[in-house]
C-alpha cells in the first residue's frame, strides 16, 4: 500500500487535471441528482461547448508558440456566421458555397493578423485587440444591427445531426455504429499506448510505473467506452462529435509528431536558439496565427449552426472561454509548453462547470465567479507544484 | 585566532540525495584576498550561498564564526548587515535603470521616503571613482559592457560598509583587459582593508592576485595553500581539483591538414541597429580542410559579429563581399542555406541562444536537422531517439536519458548537447565561439577531443576563444582580430601569447 501511495505521489502532477476533472463531475453528478452524465445531457454539453474546444486548439497551438494570444477569434466568429447569414438567408446560396467561404475568410483575417504580428512584429495581444474591434464593426455593418434568421436544414443539422446507425439500419435502442466505433477507438488507443511504451523501453528507465500504466490505459479506455455506451444509447454519435474528434486528434498528432509542430515547440521555448537553429521564426509564427483564423470560421460555422441564427452579438467572450480553457489545461504565458490534450481537458472542465451550474440554477452572476476562480486557482496551483518539483 | 575574520566550521549541506558540502572548514584573515577554486559543482558557490544567507540557518549543520563573534544568519539581509557583499555569477542589476540608481537600490538617498537625486548621484560618481569606471551615473546599466556593469555591482557594494567581499566567478564573461581591471580593483580594496573571498576557475588570475587557496572537490575541502610558504604552481592546484594529475591539458593531435575548404573575401558588415557603424572592416581568410583555426581577440573584437554575419547573415546589416567553398561561390542569405552548405555556428550564448533548456536532450540534439530524422514531414520518433543515444554515446554527455530535460544538465553536459546539435547536421566547418567558457577542466579537454575528432574526418574548425592558453593548446593557426579588422596571422610556433598580445596593440598604433 506505501508503495502505491508514493506511486500516485510521483506521478499525481502529470493527472492533475485529469483528476480535477474526474472530481468535478463526480461532485456535479451527486449535486444534479444524475442530470449531469445523462445520455442526453452528455450529448448537449459538448454541443454547447463546441466552439470552446475548437477554439482552444488554437488557441494552444499560439500560446505553444510562444505566449501568443488571439483576443479577436469572438469577432470573428461573429463575422463569418454574418456573411454565413447574409449568403444562405439573403441570397439563398447553398450550404456549401457558405462553408467554402467562410473558412476562406477565416484564412484571410488569419493572415491579415498574421502579417502584423509576424512581419510588422506588432505584439499579438494590440493586433488581435484591434481585430476585436475592426470586425465586431464589420459584423454590425454588414447586419445592420438586426439578426438574420432561420438558416436552411442542412446548416442546423451541422449541429442538431447524428451519423445514423449504418449497421442496424433504424435508429432504436442501442446505436450500434456507435459502439464499434468506440470499440475502434479503444483498441487504437491500447495499441499506440503499448507500442510507445515498448520502443521508449529500449532507452530509458525512467517511465511510468508499469502498474500505473496499466491503470491508466484501463481508466482510459472505460471512459471511451462509457462515453460510446453513453453516445449510443441516446441517438447515436453526433456529427458536431466527429468533426471535433477529427480535430483534436490532428492537432495532438501534428504538434507532437511532425516537423512543423517540433518548430513551434521550438520556437516558444527560444526563438533565438530556433532561428539560429535555422527555423524561419517569422513563417511559423504567420501561420500559427492563420491557423487561428481558419478555426475560428470553423468555430463560426458550428455555433451558427447551432444557434441557428446570424446575430451581431454572437461569439461575445469566446476568446475568454478558450484562453481559460487553454490556461486551465496546462499551456504557458512564456510558450513552449503545453498539449493539446490539455487543452481539450481544460475544455471539458469549464463545460462541466458551466453545465453542471446551469443545471443546478446557478445564474450567469454566480457561474462567472465560479469559473474565474477556477481560472485562477488551476493556474496558482500549477506554479505552486512546479516550484514545489524545483525546490525538492 | 584573533586574525580571521571568517571561519566556518564543519559546514555540512544535504541537498536530496546529495551531499553538497561535507564537513568543510574555511578560514579566512583579516584583509586578505582568499580564493575558493573547483570544478563546476564541487560546492564552491554552495558554501557562499550558505554564507550569505541564501540557504538560511538551519538547513545546513555546522558554525559560521565572522568577527569572532557565532552568527546565526537566517537572510541575505542578515548577512548584508555584518558587512558581508555576495556579488553572483548572474549580475542583479536591473538593466533600465541607471548606473546611479542601481548602486543605491535598496539603500536610497532618501529623506522621509523621498529620494535625494543630486545626493544620489554624488555619492555614485564618487564610488565609480572608487572603482576605476569612467561612466556617467545617469548612463542606464544596459547600455554599459558586461565588464563595466561588474564594476557596477562592486561599486553598490561598497556603497555600503562591507567588510567582506564575496565575487563568484566574476571574470567568466569578461575579457583579459577588463579582468585585469577586476582583479587590479581587488588588491586596491586589499589596501584598504576590505577582505575578498573570489571564486574562480582561472588557476592563473588566481595565482595572481590570492593569499590563500582552498581547493573544493566533491564537497570537501580539499587543501589550503598559503601563497608564500606553498607551492601554488597550477599543476599542483589542478592536481588538487580533479584528484589526479592532469599530465596534459590538451589532447594530442598530429595534424593531417588538407586543401582550402572555405575562403572569405572582402567582407563587410554594418550594425543591425546604427545604421553607419561598420562592424567588419573587409575581413578575407580561409580555412584548411583537417585545419583547427584560431580567432583571438579582445571581447567585442568582432569575431562573433564576423561568424554570425557569415552563418547565413543571422547578425549584421549591408553586409557585402563572398564565401567561397573549395573554390566555388556560395550564397549563403538565410541560417538554413548557411546549414545547407555545410557551415555551422555554435553560439557562445548557451542558454540564451544554443538550447531550448525546457526541451529535452533529444528535441535540442535533433532540432537544426530535424529533416534528417523525419520523412513527409513526421518525426520518425524511434529514429530520433536512435541518434540522440549516439550523440549522447559519442560525446560522453551525462545524462540519465534523451528524454531528460536540458535545463537539467550541467553547463559541460549542455555544451556538449549543442555541439551534436551542429554534429548532427553534417558540417564542413563547424564555428565553435568560445565553446569552453564557464566549463570546468575535465569537460574542457572533452570537448578538446571532440574537436580533435572532427577534423581528424577531414572537417573544418574555426574555434573562438578569449583564453589565449587553448588557443595556444588546440589550433594549428590563428587570425587576431581588434576592432573589426583581421589584423594578423599566426601559424604554428609563431601562436604564442606575446605575438597575439603584439599584433592587438600594433594595430592600436596604427589607429592613433
Known amino acids: 500500500m506505501g508503495t502505491f501511495i508514493n506511486l500516485v505521489k510521483n506521478n499525481i502532477r502529470q493527472y492533475t487535471m485529469v483528476i480535477a476533472l474526474i472530481l468535478a463531475m463526480v461532485i456535479f453528478q451527486i449535486a444534479t441528482n444524475g442530470v449531469l452524465l445523462l445520455p442526453m445531457n452528455v450529448t448537449t454539453l459538448i454541443l454547447q461547448n463546441a466552439y470552446v474546444f475548437i477554439l482552444a486548439v488554437g488557441m494552444m497551438v499560439l500560446l505553444i508558440n510562444g505566449g501568443n494570444i488571439d483576443l479577436s477569434v469572438g469577432s470573428i466568429v461573429a463575422f463569418v456566421g454574418a456573411i454565413m447569414g447574409v449568403m444562405m438567408i439573403t441570397h439563398k446560396m447553398p450550404l456549401w458555397i457558405a462553408i467554402v467561404v467562410a473558412l476562406a475568410i477565416g484564412f484571410l483575417i488569419g493572415a491579415w493578423q498574421a502579417y502584423w504580428v509576424a512581419y510588422v512584429r506588432v505584439p499579438g495581444f494590440i493586433v488581435t485587440l484591434a481585430g476585436q474591434l475592426i470586425f465586431r464593426g464589420l459584423t454590425n455593418n454588414i447586419l445592420s444591427g438586426q439578426s438574420l434568421a432561420p438558416f436552411s436544414r442542412d446548416m442546423v443539422a451541422i449541429s442538431a445531426g447524428f451519423i445514423p446507425d449504418f449497421i442496424r439500419g433504424n435508429n432504436q435502442g442501442i446505436n450500434i455504429t456507435a459502439m464499434v466505433l468506440g470499440m475502434l477507438v479503444t483498441i487504437v488507443y491500447i495499441i499506440l499506448q503499448i507500442r510507445k511504451r515498448m520502443y521508449r523501453r529500449k532507452y530509458t528507465e525512467e517511465m511510468v510505473p508499469f502498474q500505473l500504466f496499466i491503470v491508466q490505459i484501463v481508466i482510459i479506455a472505460a471512459l471511451i467506452m462509457v462515453c460510446a455506451y453513453w453516445l449510443a444509447s441516446y441517438e447515436g454519435i453526433p456529427i458536431i462529435f466527429i468533426i471535433i474528434a477529427v480535430l483534436v486528434a490532428a492537432y495532438q498528432y501534428f504538434t507532437s509528431k511532425t516537423v512543423s509542430g517540433r518548430y513551434i515547440y521550438a520556437m516558444g521555448g527560444n526563438e533565438k536558439a530556433a532561428q539560429l537553429s535555422g527555423i524561419n521564426t517569422n513563417k511559423v509564427l504567420f501561420w500559427c496565427y492563420v491557423n487561428m483564423g481558419v478555426l475560428a470560421a470553423v468555430a463560426a460555422i458550428v455555433t451558427t449552426s447551432r444557434l441557428d441564427v446570424a446575430s451581431p452579438l454572437a461569439g461575445q467572450n469566446y476568446e475568454l472561454d478558450a484562453i481559460s480553457a487553454s490556461f486551465i489545461g496546462g499551456a504557458s504565458m512564456y510558450g513552449g509548453a503545453g498539449t493539446i490534450v490539455g487543452a481539450i481537458i481544460g475544455a471539458l472542465f469549464m463545460g462541466v462547470l458551466n453545465n453542471g451550474m446551469s443545471i443546478l440554477g446557478a445564474g450567469t452572476d454566480i457561474q462567472m465567479l465560479i469559473k474565474g476562480l477556477v481560472l485562477l486557482l488551476a493556474v496558482a496551483f500549477d506554479i505552486f507544484s512546479k516550484s514545489r518539483a524545483k525546490a525538492s | 585566532m584573533d586574525n580571521y575574520i571568517l571561519q566556518m566550521e564543519t559546514i555540512t549541506k544535504l541537498f536530496p540525495g546529495v551531499k553538497a558540502l561535507d564537513t568543510v572548514n574555511l578560514n579566512v584573515l583579516h584583509g586578505e584576498i582568499h580564493a575558493l577554486i573547483g570544478e563546476n559543482g564541487a560546492g564552491k558557490s554552495t558554501l557562499m ?38 556579488i553572483h555569477q548572474e549580475l542583479a542589476l536591473i538593466p533600465s535603470l541607471t548606473i546611479g540608481e542601481n548602486i543605491f537600490l535598496r539603500n536610497e538617498c532618501a529623506h522621509e521616503g523621498i529620494i535625494n537625486w543630486d545626493e544620489t548621484h554624488t555619492k555614485a560618481r564618487a564610488l565609480l571613482k572608487k572603482v576605476g569606471l569612467a561612466e556617467n551615473t545617469y548612463t542606464l546599466v544596459r547600455d554599459i559592457s558586461v565588464g563595466k556593469q561588474q564594476m557596477v555591482e562592486i561599486a553598490k557594494a561598497l556603497s555600503r560598509k562591507i567588510k567582506l567581499l564575496i565575487l563568484d566567478e566574476p571574470t567568466a564573461s569578461l575579457n583579459e583587459n577588463e579582468s585585469n581591471n577586476l582583479l587590479n580593483l ?45 607551492d601554488i604552481s597550477e599543476d599542483n592546484i589542478i592536481r588538487g581539483m580533479v584528484g589526479r594529475r592532469l599530465t596534459d591539458r590538451y589532447p594530442k593531435r598530429t595534424p593531417n591538414i588538407g586543401g582550402v575548404a572555405y575562403t572569405v573575401d572582402h567582407w563587410n558588415v554594418f550594425d543591425p541597429m546604427i545604421a553607419d557603424k561598420q562592424v567588419i ?4 581568410f580561409n580555412v584548411r580542410k583537417g585545419e583547427i583555426l584560431g580567432f583571438a581577440g579582445l571581447m567585442g573584437s568582432g569575431r562573433t559579429e564576423l561568424s554570425m554575419s557569415l552563418f547565413g547573415r543571422s547578425y549584421g546589416k549591408r553586409i557585402s563581399g563572398q564565401i567561397f567553398k573549395s573554390g566555388r561561390e556560395i550564397q549563403a542569405h538565410t541560417v538554413r542555406q548557411a546549414i545547407q552548405n555545410g557551415i555551422s555556428y555554435s553560439t557562445e550564448d548557451r542558454k540564451t541562444a544554443g538550447l531550448v533548456l525546457q526541451n529535452d536532450v533529444k528535441e535540442n540534439i535533433t532540432l537544426a536537422g530535424l529533416q534528417k530524422v523525419a520523412r513527409h514531414g513526421v518525426v520518425n520518433s524511434d529514429e530520433e531517439i536512435r541518434v540522440a543515444s549516439d550523440f549522447c554515446k559519442k560525446l560522453n554527455i551525462r545524462t540519465p536519458s534523451v528524454f531528460q530535460k536540458c535545463v537539467n544538465l550541467s553547463v559541460g553536459n549542455q555544451q ?9 547536421t553534417g558540417p564542413d566547418l563547424l564555428i565553435l565561439d568560445e565553446p569552453t567558457r564557464g566549463i570546468d577542466v575535465g569537460a ?69
Open chain 2, 49 to 86: 550561498n550558505v554564507l550569505s544567507g541564501v540557504y538560511p540557518h538551519g538547513t545546513y549543520t555546522g558554525k559560521i564564526i565572522f568577527e569572532g563573534k557565532e552568527c546565526i544568519i537566517r537572510h541575505i539581509r542578515d548577512s548584508e548587515r555584518l558587512g558581508i557583499a555576495i
Open chain 2, 186 to 230: 581587488l588588491l586596491e580594496l586589499k589596501k584598504e582593508n576590505i577582505t575578498s573571498i573570489l571564486i574562480s576557475h582561472k588557476l592563473q588570475e588566481v595565482i595572481r592576485v590570492a593569499d590563500h587557496i582552498t581547493v573544493i572537490r566533491d564537497g570537501a575541502a580539499i587543501m589550503t595553500l598559503d601563497k608564500n610558504s606553498d
Open chain 2, 281 to 284: 572592416y573587409d575581413a578575407s
Open chain 2, 416 to 424: 556538449k548537447v549543442v555541439l551534436s546539435k551542429w554534429i548532427f
Open chain 2, 444 to 512: 574542457k579537454y572533452e570537448i578538446y577531443t571532440i574537436m580533435n575528432e572532427l577534423v581528424a574526418e577531414g572537417k573544418s574548425v574555426i574555434f573562438i576563444s578569449s583564453e589565449m592558453p587553448e588557443l595556444l593548446g588546440m589550433c594549428d593557426r590563428v587570425y587576431v582580430m581588434e576592432e573589426g579588422r583581421i589584423v594578423g596571422e599566426l601559424s604554428g610556433k609563431e601562436i604564442t601569447q606575446e605575438a597575439i598580445i603584439k599584433a592587438i596593440l600594433s594595430s592600436k598604433r596604427e589607429a592613433v
